[in-house]
């Protein structure tokens, strides 16, 4: 969805790229890694930090192991 015309004929989820399911993914990740670190652990320093780690690996991975391509 990086500001091109869908083709004729084409679905949305066609054109879904790697960048936009990135940055679905990485409040998932956050969520998913809170909601999981706050069943096992009390307060909110370690859920906050395994949801941060989470998050951020998939930031490094967006912008320095897959970076995004010129349009």
């Known amino acids: 969805m990086s500001g091109r015309h869908r083709r004729a004929g084409s679905s949305a989820l066609d054109e879904i790229e790697r960048a936009d399911l990135l940055l ?6 956050f969520c998913a890694a ?9 307060g909110y320093t370690v859920p906050v930090a395994g949801g941060s780690l ?3 690996a998939l930031v490094v991975d967006g912008l320095f192991v897959n970076p995004p391509d010129e349009a």
């Open 54 to 56: 989470a998050a951020g």
């Open 24 to 29: 679905l993914a990485i409040p998932l990740a």
């Open 34 to 42: 809170y909601a999981a670190a706050s069943l096992v652990a009390r």
